[in-house]
């Protein structure tokens, strides 16, 4: 019975360390659930956590080891450019979107400057986000990486 358990948590393990582990955080609960959903129905996704503000986001990145981010610009209590910052400082392997309805160059610009992976707009590239959320799922089904 002990190995059999055993046999069953390896098993698990196995399969959630091959999951992309997704946060998603926007201060629109719409658009936060609406993209949870559609990346969820994403074979390898798991969404890791929601997120409605800066300070949530950041409990997010110290509790869910995420693989990846996806940060809205503006938020009620900062800006995602500081968790960005923190994410960078503090894991430089963590993937991090910026999805913003913001795309203006200088914040383009200090975004990639402080390591973010991608800098997207809200209005013109969801399927853009969906695409690479999809291409990062299928590469770490085949590097899982604990």
């Given amino acids: 019975m002990r190995d059999q358990i055993e046999r069953q948590n390896v098993m698990t393990y196995a399969r959630e360390s091959s999951q992309l582990k997704v946060v998603v955080a926007d201060d629109s609960a719409a658009l936060r659930e609406r993209l949870a959903a559609t990346l969820a129905a994403i074979e390898g996704v798991r969404v890791a956590g929601l997120a409605s503000c800066r300070a949530e986001a ?7 080891r995420a693989d990846l981010f996806i940060l809205d610009i503006q938020m009620p209590d900062g800006s995602g450019v500081d968790v960005l910052r923190k994410i960078k400082l503090r894991n430089s392997a963590t993937m991090v979107i910026m999805f913003t309805n913001h795309p ?26 969906v695409r690479i959320v999809e291409e990062l799922a299928v590469s770490k089904s085949t590097n899982p990486v604990a």
């Fill in 58 to 64: 950041v409990e997010a990145f110290n509790t869910t």
């Fill in 104 to 129: 203006y160059p200088q914040y383009q610009q200090k975004c990639v400057e402080l390591g973010a992976d991608y800098f997207l707009s809200k209005s013109k590239d969801l399927k853009q986000l």
